[in-house]
């Protein structure tokens, strides 16, 4: 079986673009300094883990992305809802979906994630706020993208619904915080110094 690749979603941290929950919080400008952050520290580990990967991005040219993160593969995620964007990155399975968004992922997670899908279909990492951080899949699995409710806590339960429908048990990673809303700046501190 091939090594998975990692697919990392992201957008440009401009001001009042980047972090909107969290401009209430820290401003405009202190939202997008805090996405930075948490995209070079998940693609600080997304290095670490060695595992190939590319950036599929938003909110500014390519060549604004190479700019800041250095050389990295990048494509456009495109027009459409997340669930449209993940299944266009699919291709070439086996692939691993991540976000910038889970401040304590790490490349052994990631590398854990890989190993997983050696033996099992899919993957799947849950979030304390009921979406995931990570879902891993070794083969494409039709509608597991369709008719979900981003952004939601329901995210988690309706994937895992999805997948027990196509007989896919998943293997769970450890359960991490996503820093999406004011109140989750607390389990991190020194993220917004």
Same mark, same amino acid.
């Given at each position: 079986m ?9 957008? /440009? ?7 909107? *929950? @969290?401009?209430?919080? @820290?401003?405009?400008? +202190? ?6 952050? %948490? ?12 595992l ?13 992305? @190479?700019?800041? !993160? ?7 995620? $495109?027009? $459409?809802?997340? $669930?449209?964007?993940?299944? *266009?990155?699919? =291709? =070439? /399975? ?8 889970? =401040? ?5 997670? @990631?590398?854990q ?11 799947? +990492?849950?979030?304390?706020?009921? +979406? /995931?951080?990570? %879902? ?6 039709? $509608?597991?993208? *369709? ?6 806590? *329901? ?6 619904s999805? !997948?027990?429908?196509? +007989? ?7 359960? !991490? ?7 989750? !700046?607390?389990?991190? =501190?020194?993220?917004?110094?």
């Amino acid at each position: 079986m091939a090594i998975p690749r990692v697919v990392l979603f992201t957008r /440009y941290p401009e001001p009042g673009r980047a972090k909107t *929950r @969290l401009i209430p919080a @820290l401003g405009p400008e +202190g939202a997008a300094a805090l996405h930075r952050r %948490l995209t070079e520290h998940t693609l600080a580990a997304v290095r670490a883990s060695d595992l190939p990967h590319e950036l599929r991005v938003t909110g500014a040219p390519p060549d604004a992305f @190479l700019e800041w !993160l250095g050389p990295v593969e990048i494509a456009d995620q $495109g027009e $459409g809802d997340l $669930g449209e964007r993940l299944e *266009r990155a699919g =291709p =070439p /399975y086996p692939t691993l979906f991540i976000g910038a968004d889970a =401040p304590d992922l790490s490349a052994d997670l @990631l590398v854990q994630a890989s190993q997983a899908l050696l033996n099992r279909t899919a993957v799947i +990492g849950p979030a304390e706020d009921g +979406g /995931y951080w990570l %879902l891993g899949l070794a083969q494409p699995i039709t $509608g597991i993208f *369709r008719d979900i409710a981003w952004s939601s806590d *329901r995210v988690f339960n309706q994937t895992i619904s999805r !997948l027990a429908a196509t +007989g896919v048990t998943p293997e769970l990673l450890p359960r !991490l915080s996503d820093c999406d809303r004011p109140e989750d !700046l607390e389990r991190w =501190p020194g993220l917004t110094t």
